[in-house]
């Protein structure tokens, strides 16, 4: 049950693009197409931005998109914005009905 | 869509009990699994605990001292922690399960375990 792999911090200037990864293992992330990938302003509540991979829930801007290779899996936001500065934090299911998060990664919007 | 409201959060010494609830209101709680997830100062999100139709399942860390349960008829989830440790500090979220993933948190409540 160790914490899947993500960059501690990232930046992009408005307009930019900017992909953070999320590497796991084989018996998580490489296991299963059932990643997830959550907003979090903060002290705010998480908000599912992907799950399954690549699904947006409805109403999530088309602007994030995500996917996954292997062990690892991305999120790409485009034409970044100022209100898109917040930690994203990447999740797995793991088997076993159990879960795992990475440990997620600040966005700077310069 | 539907809404968490957690409480029960506070400051307790290590080895104290604290019993955290979330009030889930909005969508037919009794058909979904629940998640608590914590989140310690200045890190990232930890899957803690899932109920669900086929029971329940525990991060290896709070196996034996935290245990999960729900009142469908209250529409009530709860989590009982008991010998709490230092590092079990966080802000606890409840999220509602939706297949694989998390589609609705609450706010979080505070628990601070500290001599």
């Known amino acids: 049950q160790s914490a899947l792999t993500q960059p501690a911090s990232v930046s992009g200037s408005p307009g930019q693009s900017i992909t953070i990864s999320c590497t796991g293992t084989?018996?998580?992330?490489?296991?299963?197409?059932?990643v997830s990938w959550y907003q979090q302003h903060p002290s705010k509540a998480p908000k599912l931005i992907i799950f399954d991979v690549s699904k947006r829930p409805s109403g999530v801007s088309n602007r994030f998109s995500a996917s996954k290779s292997g062990d690892t899996a991305s999120l790409t936001i485009s034409g970044l914005q100022a209100e898109d500065e917040a930690d994203y934090h990447c999740c797995s299911y793991s088997g076993g009905d159990t879960w795992v998060f990475g440990g997620g990664t600040k966005l700077t919007v310069l | 869509q539907g809404q968490l409201v957690e409480s029960g959060g506070g400051v307790v010494q290590p080895g104290g009990s604290l019993r955290l609830s979330c009030a889930a209101s909005g969508f037919r709680f009794s058909d979904f699994g629940m998640h608590w997830v914590r989140q310690a100062p200045g890190k990232g999100l930890e899957w803690v605990t899932l109920?669900?139709?086929?029971?329940?399942s525990y991060i290896d860390s709070v196996k034996g001292r935290f245990t999960i349960s729900r009142d469908n008829s209250k529409n009530m989830l709860y989590l009982q922690m008991n010998s709490l440790r230092i590092e079990d500090t966080a802000v606890y979220f409840c999220?509602?399960?939706?297949?694989?993933?998390?589609?609705?948190w609450g706010i979080g409540t505070t628990v601070t375990v500290s001599s």
């Open positions: 084989s018996s998580d992330v490489g296991a299963y197409d059932y």
């Open positions: 999220a509602r399960m939706n297949y694989y993933n998390m589609d609705v």
């Open positions: 109920i669900w139709y086929k029971g329940s």
